[in-house]
């Protein structure tokens, strides 16, 4: 119960009303020790790591290599994801991305950072000893080519977060016991996870044998890379990451909505950003984000509710989430994220908990599915679609 008292410590450091428990079943929940109100911030937090997708960086998807503040000015993000370079912003002086000049590039392989600090701590934590070095050569680059040929979009895993992870492990002298805190079973009473099909075995086979060619001759890289603890670190990953979504565009339109203006003003500015947000989405899709996936302590100690009372979101403009509440929330209730994409989430019963059973290995009992248990076990082709994600 020592790591019960550490998460306790850490809510109290902070000020969160919350106190974690644990359930030999569910592991360790967030309970509210007061009255939450409806929009209120519960938790704000740091990632341990974080990582920004391999083809969203391809895809010109600038960000700050540490923090995945996204580094692309509003107007060009606007152009890009449109295909339009005759696109105009409403209001061209509204723009709190960070500008060009305030970058800081690692000197030796010129990946970008959004301030000093970013650099200074990527550089003392884990980028000194997985640099590049600039050459497009490093088996890195062909290691993260290699990557995107077998793992494309929408990604799930981030081969940049296992690099960063790499480098923390050979930075420190040890693999971080905090990894030991997180949910990382591959094998739960007789439920596989899916990294085990074979179909995935393969891909990651290519992708460990890839890394210890360049990392191998390091006793703990070794002992990371060994096969059964290659797997469990891809299940962690893949179980406790936290999805990350940063956008200039978005950052701007959110000035926008805050800025003082007429009501006809006001009319007229959200047409225009209305108009261009629909031609984003009929050229790009659903990818106008920088996204990626990061690791944090608090966050992953909420349990799973297809009728979720808190949600996560990211404000700041990085890799920092905050936790709100969806609804009021009483004294001694459970905190619950979802899991699920909106999407998903708002598919059968029986397709959500059989993609809960493969990606967390638990059979969701919440009143959702509850209350829905009489339904027929059937599921749609489209949320088939849906559930055939790579790992």
């Avoid at 000020?15 to 109100?37: H, M, T």
């Avoid at 990626?292 to 890799?319: A, D, M, R, W």
């Amino acid at each position: 119960m020592e790591y019960i008292d550490h998460i306790k410590n850490q809510l109290v450091s902070i000020s969160v009303p919350c106190v974690p428990q644990y359930f030999p079943k569910s592991g360790i929940g967030l309970f509210a020790q007061e009255n939450i109100r409806e929009g209120s911030k519960v938790i704000t937090e740091k990632p341990i790591i974080a990582g920004q997708y391999s083809w969203g960086i391809v895809y010109g998807y600038l960000a700050c290599h540490h923090c995945l503040r996204s580094l692309e000015p509003p107007l060009e993000m606007a152009r890009r994801l449109t295909g339009d370079k005759s696109i105009n912003l409403p209001i061209p002086d509204a723009n709190p991305t960070v500008k060009v000049p305030e970058f800081r590039f690692c000197s030796s392989c010129h990946i970008a950072f959004c301030s000093e600090d970013c650099l200074q701590t990527a550089t003392k934590n884990y980028h000194s000893v997985v640099c590049t070095k600039g050459d497009p050569e490093h088996p890195l680059q062909k290691l993260d080519e290699l990557w995107r040929n077998m793992h494309f979009p929408p990604e799930t895993t981030s081969l940049v977060m296992l690099i960063k992870i790499i480098g923390i492990t050979i930075t420190s002298g040890s693999i971080p016991k905090i990894f030991q805190h997180f949910y990382q079973t591959v094998e739960c009473n007789g439920n596989t996870h899916k990294v085990l099909q074979p179909e995935f075995i393969s891909k990651l086979e290519v992708l460990r044998d890839g890394l210890l060619q360049i990392y191998g001759s390091h006793p703990l890289i070794q002992h990371l890379l060994e096969r059964d603890n290659f797997i469990t670190l891809i299940a962690l990953i893949g179980m406790n990451g936290q999805g990350i979504g940063t956008s200039g565009f978005a950052d701007y339109c959110n000035r926008i909505d805050k800025m003082p203006m007429d009501p006809n003003e006001r009319e007229r500015v959200d047409k225009e950003l209305d108009k261009i947000y629909n031609k984003m989405e009929e050229t790009s899709g659903m990818f106008l984000d920088v996204e990626g996936t990061g690791l944090y302590e608090l966050q992953s100690k909420l349990n799973h509710s297809c009728s979720p009372n808190v949600e996560i979101v990211f404000e700041h403009s990085n890799f920092m989430l905050t936790v709100k509440a969806l609804r009021d929330i009483k004294e001694g209730e459970e905190l619950f994220i979802s899991y699920l994409s909106c999407q998903l989430n708002c598919s059968s019963r029986h397709t959500r908990r059989k993609f809960l059973m493969e990606n967390y290995l638990f059979a969701c009992e919440c009143s959702k599915c509850v209350s829905q248990s009489g339904d027929p076990d059937v599921t749609s082709d489209e949320e088939e679609e849906d559930e055939d994600m790579d790992v």
